[in-house]
């Protein structure tokens, strides 16, 4: 038995052997430096937890060593090899996991990148060249330049690690002199590797009305694709994040957990594949689908960027994701945020100007900030009556308001609250004046019928005239409008019919170039616009990524608020997204829930209303008043703490779930019960967060006006240790009920 190993053993020696006097001749052609460093050259990328650890090998390229938990001491990063995980052909040859694997090398497995050169060779062999490191906003961004032995091509591989929080983000450049264009057909952010007795899988996935589902499922060899190709609509079946359980299905607060999600807010592509020996590669990218990409000499192709956290169960990567959010992404991210009272689901397309005043006046009668005028307020050649016409022509309707915008930025200053409008400024419906002027600019086939989606069509964004007109239509809302306090950017469509006449036999761009040109307007708002808030919206929930969210204050987590639903809306959500980042609305869906157990459970997110108030009992509206007014109190604990998720839907009954302010003084605490079974067992809901030698009272909150507290332990003093770790008896076996309890540190 031992003769054949030895002869292995020889023959992997001679190929190696031969292959490093290969590498090293070629190094003395090309003039690559690292080729002929001969002790190990490596570059570690670091938080406070985690260690990210690349190689460059004995031939010249890069490699990933090491992925997992802080290693403590410096020295074991040397006894790292580049090849102690053997995958692909690595019984016959020495292998490694190369960072930037990439078409024609040597691995049988899925590239991060797929590049055929201008001579139609579809390899590319990319090797170490430099890296620098530099302070970023936050943290320390390592750069790392690798370049092809063969073609004038090279990648830039960007990480930026976040230290405190715990957060890696990641993306890659590509550039090339060749003289002809190259084309790509694979590109991803970045290529993750994991060797892990076992991987297990938590998509969100959805629709119109059902965002973010989470399921379980183990991976076994072979590939997972999540993938969206809906183009503007993007997410709307699958979000842009996932979380993955090391060894173990993934749990709120033990085991190791990858978390990542991608900033794209077109068709991305997370690919999971397990190798032959059962390594995991993890490869998130813009979707590659109908987009191989022609990229000109000299032209620079940036990925998306890659987020993620390592953590230690879901909860904490979840409070790694929220306060990177806060500190360094979201628009205004350290900023307070506006309740709002909306008019959708209250008038739909049906109001006018005197119905909106008086609207106005309820907004302030509730006690929020402001309000907001959904669709339909536009559109006159082809009123905005309904969803078949009217887009794109975005001057009021002189009929529903005939004093326009300033008229109702007047009735709502007499009001006393602010003025917010919704757009949805890359869309064009057949019945406007913008289709008679410009048939040219909607995205659809030239000899083929036009399908539609909700009656209308995509503009198309890649074309720079286009954008213009986007970003004018905000623009001149503005100028004309300076108080105009908030924005509502909808996008109800997928890309149909896609075909840009721009774009012409460059079809190969549009998906991504379309994403692009949304991007370059986004910027342009914010640029011109750095206080403004804004709210994301795509019919509900389909846009959520951490790219538009530089832009935006906030999003629309979805159309559906009825509120058991909105459990799990926002309890999906909140994996990845900060409370102030996820608008929340009380409204009429599902009237079998009180007002209470309604706007209890928008108040765990950023509280607004989207109700007539004649809807509502003298009681109810007392209620709303105050809860409003409690939540604007304890907003810095809710939309500033740090959030444990407590008692999960999916596995109960019930839902809890508690805030704690940075200083730990004060907390709030959210429990729900759904639908519990008769006479089942009830467990005190532990709290999370807390001091433990803090002394804090409990009150409940939020009852209805002349109720008293049922609960033992209202007004009573506990210690957080106790809270922690016996916890408060909260739920209970009535359906559709909820406390709120506000938590006190006593001196
Ligand atoms: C989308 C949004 C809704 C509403 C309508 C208006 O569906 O998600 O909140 O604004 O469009 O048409």
């Not at 694979?186 to 059902?210: C, H, I, Q, V």
């Not at 399921?215 to 699958?238: C, E, P, V, W, Y």
């Not at 019919?497 to 994403?515: F, V």
Request: with cysteine; aromatic share 12%; net charge negative.
């Amino acid at each position: 038995m031992l003769f054949p190993e030895f002869i292995h053993h020889i023959i992997i020696m001679y190929l190696q052997t031969m292959k490093n006097i290969c590498m090293l001749a070629i190094a003395a052609m090309t003039g690559i430096q690292s080729y002929a460093v001969a002790e190990k050259q490596i570059i570690r990328i670091s938080t406070n937890q985690t260690d990210l650890v690349l190689q460059v090998a004995p031939n010249g390229r890069l490699y990933q060593t090491y992925l997992g938990e802080k290693l403590l001491h410096e020295t074991d990063l040397e006894q790292l090899e580049w090849n102690i995980h053997p995958a692909s052909d690595a019984s016959v040859i020495e292998r490694g996991w190369e960072v930037c694997s990439t078409s024609g090398n040597e691995d049988f497995f899925e590239p991060a990148w797929g590049i055929t050169h201008s001579d139609g060779n579809p390899s590319t062999w990319l090797y170490y060249v430099s890296s620098s490191t530099k302070s970023v906003e936050g943290g320390m961004q390592t750069d790392i330049l690798l370049r092809d032995d063969k073609y004038p091509v090279d990648v830039t591989l960007h990480y930026v690690t976040y230290p405190e929080e715990n957060i890696i983000k990641t993306w890659s450049e590509i550039k090339h002199e060749e003289k002809k264009p190259i084309s790509l057909f694979r590109y991803a952010s970045t290529m993750l590797y994991f060797s892990n007795p076992s991987y297990y899988l938590t998509e969100f996935s959805g629709d119109w009305a059902k965002e973010v589902q989470m399921s379980n499922q183990q991976l076994q060899f072979g590939k997972k694709i999540i993938d969206t190709k809906l183009g503007s609509r993007a997410a709307m079946h699958a979000q842009p994040f996932f979380m993955l359980g090391l060894g173990q299905p993934v749990n709120e607060n033990t085991g190791n957990v990858l978390m990542g999600t991608i900033g794209w807010t077109g068709n991305f592509r997370f690919t999971f594949e397990i190798d032959n020996v059962g390594n995991l590669r993890v490869i998130p990218s813009i979707n590659p689908y109908a987009s191989t990409y022609e990229l000109a000499k000299g032209e620079t192709f940036t990925t998306p960027e890659f987020i993620f956290t390592l953590s230690k169960g879901t909860g904490e990567g979840s409070r790694n994701f929220q306060r990177w959010a806060r500190n360094y992404q979201i628009k205004d991210g350290k900023g307070s945020r506006m309740t709002l009272l909306n008019n959708w689901e209250n008038t739909a397309f049906d109001f006018d100007e005197s119905m909106l005043a008086e609207l106005m006046k309820e907004a302030k009668d509730l006690g929020v900030d402001m309000f907001l005028l959904d669709d339909g307020w536009f559109g006159n050649k082809y009123s905005r009556n309904n969803d078949k016409a009217g887009l794109g022509d975005w001057d009021a309707n002189k009929q529903k308001l005939p004093n326009g915008v300033p008229a109702l930025i007047r009735y709502a200053k007499e009001a006393g609250v602010q003025f917010g409008i919704w757009i949805e400024p890359e869309m064009i419906n057949p019945q406007s004046e913008l289709m008679e002027k410009h048939p040219e600019w909607a995205i659809r086939y030239p000899n083929r019928d036009t399908y539609y989606y909700r009656n209308q069509l995509v503009l198309d964004m890649s074309n720079p005239e286009i954008q213009d007109y986007v970003y004018n239509v905000i623009d001149k809302l503005m100028t004309e409008n300076p108080e105009l306090a908030y924005f509502k950017w909808d996008c109800n469509s997928p890309i149909t019919n896609i075909y840009s006449p721009y774009l012409k036999n460059r079809q190969g761009r549009l998906y991504i170039d379309h994403i692009r040109g949304v991007y370059n307007v986004m910027k342009r708002v914010s640029e011109n616009y750095p206080k403004l808030p804004l709210m994301l919206c795509s019919g509900g929930g389909a846009r959520c990524d951490y790219e538009a969210l530089k832009h935006f204050t906030e999003f629309w987590c979805s159309d559906n608020t009825d509120p058991v639903e909105r459990v799990y809306i926002q309890w999906g959500f909140s994996h990845f997204f900060p409370a102030k980042s996820m608008c929340a609305h009380v409204t009429s869906w599902n009237k079998n829930a009180s007002i209470k157990f309604r706007t209890d459970v928008a108040s765990m997110g950023k509280l607004g209303f989207d109700l007539g108030l004649k809807e509502l009992t003298a009681n109810e509206l007392l209620y709303c008043q105050q809860a409003i007014s409690n939540w604007k109190r304890l907003s810095t604990t809710i939309l500033e703490g740090e959030q444990y998720r407590l008692v999960s839907p999916y596995t109960t009954q019930h839902m809890a779930v508690n805030y704690v302010n940075t200083d730990q003084t004060k907390a709030v605490l959210f429990a729900y019960d759904i639908y519990p079974r008769f006479e089942e067992k009830l467990f005190p809901v532990k709290l999370h967060g807390l001091h433990p030698n803090k002394m804090y009272q409990v009150k409940e909150i939020n009852l209805m006006p002349g109720e008293e507290s049922t609960l033992r332990a209202n007004g009573k003093v506990f210690s957080g240790d106790y809270l922690m770790k016996i916890g408060l008896d909260v739920l209970g076996f009535k359906p559709l009920e909820s406390h709120v309890i506000e938590l006190t540190e006593q001196q």
